[in-house]
């Protein structure tokens, strides 16, 4: 059974600093890891997709990597700003196509201090 | 980028009364749609897959005749929580797989829908 675990479950920075989500999971058989964001009370944002043959992505002040054989995938924010404050939850997508099943982290709750 | 959208934003009902909560995918079409749920500092759970014109499948633990879903069209989706009770509050979230071929379908979130079973 795929477990997706996050750590930190909650993070509060200063405005600035560069900062590392961590994303593990058990079953290194998955399809993608996709990294997504989540204000309060609303619904998902993708931020990065990770392919299973990828190493990383980067987007902007985004990165994500991804070391499948470990289970564990790292979302690196560079220079956080206090609009960066949001959870942000991990998810695999298991099988061996675009429809398997998401597995979601339970998310880090950011807090980016100005 | 594809946008979905979810009907209503938040509702309150009574103990023992339905409520449907709508999902549709606006500009695009999309042959299957999940429902997940997520309860406060939970991560998403889930629920079901819809095809569109064929039975969702549900994932173990969610009662199909409690949670109704239709998948009548390729833009909608709609969750039936039937004779809900308070229990059932939570924050209900839809997505839609927009396709693109093997490796690019590409799933959408809507913006969730906060049920509150009084």
């Known amino acids: 059974k795929q477990e997706v675990t996050q750590i930190p479950a909650a993070l509060s920075v200063p405005e600035g600093e560069n900062l590392v989500l961590n994303c593990s999971f058990t079953?290194?058989?998955?399809?993608?890891l996709q990294w997504f964001r989540q204000d309060p009370g609303k619904g998902l944002t993708s931020l990065l997709l990770i392919q299973s043959s990828q190493r990383e992505q980067t987007s902007g002040r985004l990165n994500a990597s991804l070391d499948k054989s470990s289970g564990r995938s790292t979302l690196y924010i560079a220079a956080s700003q206090p609009g960066d404050s949001a959870t942000y939850l991990c998810?695999?997508?298991?099988?061996?196509?675009?429809?398997?099943?998401?597995?979601f982290g339970q998310g880090t709750t950011l807090q980016v201090k100005p | 980028g594809a946008v979905v959208s979810q009907h209503p934003s938040r509702v309150i009902c009574k103990s023992g009364t339905s409520v449907k909560i709508e999902c549709r995918s606006l500009?695009?079409?999309?042959?299957?749609m999940f429902w997940y749920r997520q309860f406060p500092k939970q991560s998403l759970m889930l629920m079901a897959t819809s095809n569109e014109g064929s039975k969702a499948t549900y994932e173990q633990g969610v009662e199909k005749d409690k949670f109704l879903i239709n998948h009548a069209s390729l833009t909608l989706s709609t969750l039936t929580v039937t004779s809900a009770h308070p229990e059932d509050s939570s924050f209900y979230i839809c997505?839609?797989?927009?396709?693109?071929?093997?490796?690019?379908?590409?799933?959408?979130f809507g913006p969730g829908t906060r049920l509150t079973v009084l």
């Open positions: 998810a695999v997508r298991r099988g061996r196509s675009n429809t398997g099943k998401l597995i």
């Open positions: 500009d695009f079409q999309a042959t299957t």
């Open positions: 079953d290194s058989a998955i399809y993608n």
């Open positions: 997505s839609a797989l927009k396709a693109g071929g093997l490796t690019t379908d590409t799933q959408y």
